[in-house]
């Protein structure tokens, strides 16, 4: 069963509204019932006290005299006032501060009420020998007071419920508002949609989780442009090949040499396309390791020293050694892609070099040729990546993309330049960091 988080929120604030009226409605009887039980007691200590006292005078006042006492000490008050009874049994004389209340139709010392002067009186009286003392509160004086006191409890409770209600509503505007559009983007999203959401919140953890969302979403977008790419690249590289194949097992008599070149190349291209897709997954950092950069070109060079001769082309180098982290493959990769494509496009005559030198925080790998050049607006493309010099070769198009790709990999900028002196050619500069 699934619940909207909405309704949770809302019932969390009922619940929370309802605790605090049955807080404030509990507190109210109990600090009613514990005034009263306080006021009776105090009457009743009041009383026996009383009590005590004048029958210590054993009749030395007179009731004048005792009259007077109790008016003077016992005054009346429009906030609290007491009605103080003396009540001589033997004599049945009854002595007050308030004029004539009724005689007592109980001579014990109990709790007692009776109605005077127009009100309703509450107390209790106390018995000490034949003196009868009655100690009375005003009930509704009393219960003026006792609301002045209770409001006095209750109010701070009552705002600070209204507090936490309004910071339980914000808390829920804040949580539930972002959650809500957030919800309603992922709705309303199409399948192939994966532009990033729109998280407003001031609140930090639905913020991450926005962001962890977006980078998911950039996540699948870029597997994603990889397949598409990757599905571009097979179809334009297989493309001329498979087309050739064709055109020759068409024919009574196919060129065996074409044939057999024509697959080398597929199976140059498709080994390529699988370099290119593991380097777009990531697979390779977790290998690298301290290697010397000088070592894999003095290699590369050898390994195309003799496609080089058979061109007519100068193959040179000059190299510094340079310890530095990183992939060996790759970087063998690398350097072969980049002397390989000198060595197609540059006609015999020509000369090819590669240096490598020692520069600030790195190191500087160039190649280098007199060959007939690329223009510059082709040049800056070219740094981009995915730009193929021609249609009727292998072309720069997989292997430009391996070597952009192995670059990114080891934290290095590839460019494409114009040669020192200004004349024809082109200067491929690696810049590795140590």
Known sequence: ?????????????????????????????????????????DLQQQSRVLARLLAATDGGLSPARLEQLLRDG????????????????????????????????RHDSTGIRLEFDGHTWFGHQHRH??????LLRRDDLYRELQEDILEDIITPALLGNGINLLLLALLISLVLWPLSRLVKQLEQRSADSLTPLRVQTPLREIALLGDSLNQLIKDVDEVLGRERRFASDLAHELRTPLATLKLELAGPEPELPVVRAEIDRIARVVEQLLILARLDQGRWQHRFAPLQLDLLCREAITRCRHRAEAGGIELT????????????????????NLLGNCLRHCPAGTGVSLSLQAAAGGWVLEVEDNGP???PVLRQHMEAGHTRLDSKSEGLGLGLAICQQIAQAHGARLRFLERHDGQGGLRVRLELPT
């Open 1 to 41: 069963m699934k619940v909207r988080l909405s309704r949770l929120a809302w019932l969390l604030a009922l619940s929370t509204l309802l605790a605090g009226l049955l807080g404030i409605v509990s507190t109210y009887r109990v600090a009613d019932a514990e005034f009263r039980e306080l006021i009776e007691e």
């Open 74 to 105: 016992f005054r009346e008050d429009d906030e609290d006032t007491l009605l103080v009874n003396v009540i001589d049994l033997d004599q049945r004389r009854l002595v007050s501060n308030l004029g004539q209340p009724p005689w007592p139709q």
């Open 129 to 134: 020998g034949r003196l009868l003392v009655q």
């Open 317 to 336: 180098a000059s190299l510094t050694p340079a310890p530095c982290r990183g992939e060996a493959t790759l970087l063998g990769i690398l350097l072969d």
């Open 373 to 375: 050049g690329i223009p």
